[in-house]
Every structure is written in C-alpha cells, then in structure tokens.
C-alpha cells in the first residue's frame, strides 16, 4: 500500500513540477489558442495566467508540500525494507540520499518539465482544475496569500536599494557583449542610446544664423517663392525680429491654395510654435515630440530670446546617424587634409567634430563651458577673440585660426598630435 501511494505522490509531483514550466513558457500563439477556446479548462487557465505571482505561489507550496511527504515515505520504506541491523549505516545512508533524490529528481522534476516543454499548451489545460482546485483549499490558500506578501515585501525593498548605473558603465556593458567582433555601427548605435540623455538641446539645434524663415510681412507670392527656394517642409515664421516667433508654417497646409493670388491671407495657416529651453535634455525634447505629435520646436535661450530650433529628424540623428533626402545638402563643411589635419567652418558644432574625428568627446565636454561650436570652443580656451593665424593648444590638439574677422571666428585648422608614452619618451 505504501508503495501505491509513494508512487501516486510521485506522479503529483511530476504533474505539478511540469506545469510550472507549461504555463510559464507559453508562446504568444498558445495563449490566443487558450483565450478563443470555450471550454471550461481554457476559462481556469485564463483565470490562473491573470495573476502568475499566485499561480507560481500555489505551484511550489504544493510541490514542496508533496516532495517532504515523498521524503518521509520512502524513508519509512526504506526502514521496513532495510532495517538497521541488516545494513550498514553507510548503505542506509546512501539509500535514503542518494537514490531517493535521485528518484526524486528524475521522476518528479526533470522527465515532467522536459515533457511540459514541448506540450505546454496541454499540460497547462490538464492541471487548470486541479490548481485551481489546491488554490482555494486550506492551508495551501493561507500559505499562499503569506508568499505572495513576503515576496511582494523583498521586491519593493529591492526597488528602493536599486543601484544607478552610470553611462560609463553601460557603455563598458555594451563593449563587453558586442566585443571586438561585433557589428561596429550596430556598437556605435548602442553607444550613443547610451549617451542619449546626456546631450541637451542646445548641442544638437540649428543656430539662428542658419535658420531659414518667413517674415509676417511678407506677400503670398514672396512665401511661394522663399518655400521653392528652401525647400523646407516647415519654416518658422517672425515678427519684426527673429526673437518674435509668431509661429510654423507647414508647406502641406499651402497645397490647397496654389492659385490664389499675392493677396491670400497665408497667415491664417500659421500654427502655434513650441518653444524649448536651450538646456533641455533630448531625450525629454523626443517625448514631447511624440506627446505632441509635432517635429520643430523653437530654442530659447535664457533671456526669452530665439537662440535657433530643433527637429525630430536632429534627435534621431543623435542615435542612427545622418538622415538625408533628395533636398539635403551636406551642412558640415569641412576639409580633410590628411589623417591628422582638418579644417573646419568655425560654426561646426562640437558634436559633428566628435563624429568626423570618431572620439567620444569627454576631454572637450569636460573642458568646455558654455560653447557648443568649435570657434566658441577655442574662444573660451584663449579666453578672447582670435585673429588669423593664432593658435591654441588643448590636450593632444592644435587649433589655428585661418580665417576671421572682429566678431567670429569662420575657420579653423585642426591638428592632431600623437600622443607619446612616457617609455617613449625614455
């Protein structure tokens, strides 16, 4: 009789160790064929796949439940088979652990969840009743609600002693499970969603300088004419100065009126404006973008003033690279001379120099204050503003000015030192 019933726990156990693996490695398909099926089974499996932290709560009370009384049976088996004094203490003791656990292991956990592996869709409508049945039967229904409580307790705490993990540190992940080998603009991408929210809006936007746009002032006629010219598909629009931005203008919104005359009153299509702070992290700007469901916003500076604007095509291109389009025209201007000689337009943000030199840029971030081009960049290092052919030294990098004059500097050359070791040196 004891064997019956040793066998029949160990066939629980089997059941019950398999459906932990069923249920929880059922794939997006099993679960639409559960969820349309009408029978009673596939209604309990539903209802115990709602809430899986009591579901895994009631699988491993009742396992465990099961497993000490297989224990305790076969070593009370073991006692009337092999009493004491027929065996040696050794051979008893290898009775009871060892094959006991291994008939344990093999028959009630490894042979199951192999099985419910490949049949976890009937697995888990076979076992629906039976732990739907053990979830509300006393005491597994007290031991669960105690479990479910102490693991939700170790989780919240969990949360709150959550370690931030730096960009550094994300980025040596990302070294680490790419490695040498792997993809390096697939790397590359990775490593700039990494730096993705370090970056605020003022390194990314297009400066006022550069910024083509309407004036409120201006006819039907010279609007088409500045739109063909630009070929933007939105432009901002002013009043009197750039620091008075009145609005975008969207070209789609100007296809039904391709007839009208210079008296068509466009400035009725205007739409509001969305205005950012320069120091506005990107990562914030492109979840405004999506809330909005907008594309430009207008950069402002400290003072109210219009410092430029910024696109969601500039934040994109922060992670996958340049986008362009038929229209485009390369904007970064730059020559290079040989490996370690460049020359830049003075206005050519920091960021794309990053990006031509392939260098993640921490010396000039560390080092820079306010500045956000080259020609700023080397102004603030000299601390005043340069004329041609003066130099400026930083780190490994010379910068001379070549072209200039009493208010900015347009050009730079750029020139990259090898750095030399100390034992070279020596």
């Not at 051979?91 to 042979?111: N, P, Q, S, W």
């Not at 990494?194 to 083509?212: A, L, N, Y």
């Not at 746009?213 to 750039?242: D, I």
């Not at 100007?254 to 506005?280: A, C, Q, S, T």
Request: charged share 30%; with cysteine.
């Amino acid at each position: 009789m004891s064997c019956i019933i040793l066998i029949l726990m160990l066939m629980m156990s089997a059941l019950i160790s398999g459906s932990e693996v069923a249920y929880f490695s059922l794939g997006p398909a099993d679960l639409e064929e559960i969820e349309s099926d009408n029978s009673k089974s596939s209604e309990v499996a539903v209802k115990l796949l709602d809430n899986p932290k009591e579901l895994l709560a009631v699988i491993l009370i009742a396992n465990n439940f099961i497993n000490v009384g297989i224990i305790i049976l076969s070593t009370y088996l073991s006692d009337t088979i092999f009493p004491p004094d027929s065996v040696s203490l050794l051979v008893k003791r290898l009775i009871d652990i060892v094959a006991i656990t291994f008939i344990l292991l093999l028959f009630g956990e490894v042979i199951p969840k192999i099985y419910a592996t490949k049949h976890s869709k009937s697995m888990s409508l076979l076992m629906a009743k039976p732990l739907n049945f053990i979830r509300r039967l006393p005491p597994f229904s007290w031991l669960k609600a105690g479990l479910i409580a102490g693991t939700s307790l170790i989780s919240n705490r969990g949360k709150k002693k959550a370690v931030n993990i730096s960009t550094d540190e994300l980025s040596q992940a990302v070294e680490l499970t790419m490695g040498e080998s792997g993809d390096q603009s697939e790397k590359k991408i990775w490593h700039d969603i990494v730096r993705f929210g370090e970056k605020d809006v003022k390194q990314i936007m297009k400066p006022r300088v550069d910024v083509e746009a309407l004036e409120v002032g201006m006819n039907y006629v010279q609007v088409v004419e500045k739109l063909e010219e630009t070929k933007y598909s939105r432009l901002p629009v002013y009043e009197g100065s750039f620091d008075k931005i009145a609005g975008i203008f969207f070209i789609k919104d100007l296809l039904p009126y391709l007839d009208e005359d210079e008296n068509f009153n466009w400035r009725d299509l205007i739409r509001d404006p969305f205005f950012v702070p320069e120091n506005k992290k990107i990562d914030d700007l492109m979840i405004n973008f999506q809330e909005r469901k907008m594309h430009m916003a207008v950069v402002v500076d400290e003072y109210g003033g219009t410092s430029g604007i910024v696109t969601l095509e500039d934040v994109l291109e922060e992670i996958v690279g340049e986008i362009t389009d038929e229209f485009d025209e390369d904007d970064l201007q730059y020559s290079k001379l040989d490996d370690n000689n460049y020359v830049f337009e003075g206005k050519t943000s920091l960021i794309d120099i990053y990006k031509v030199l392939d260098i993640d840029g921490t010396l000039f971030e560390e080092a820079k204050s306010e500045s956000d081009t080259l020609a700023g960049f080397v102004i603030e290092q000299a601390g005043k503003i340069l004329k041609k052919g003066e130099r400026v030294k930083f780190e490994n990098y010379t910068f001379t000015i070549e072209a200039a004059d009493a208010r900015k500097v347009k050009r730079i050359k750029m020139t990259i030192h090898e750095i030399v070791s100390n034992e070279e040196e020596d």
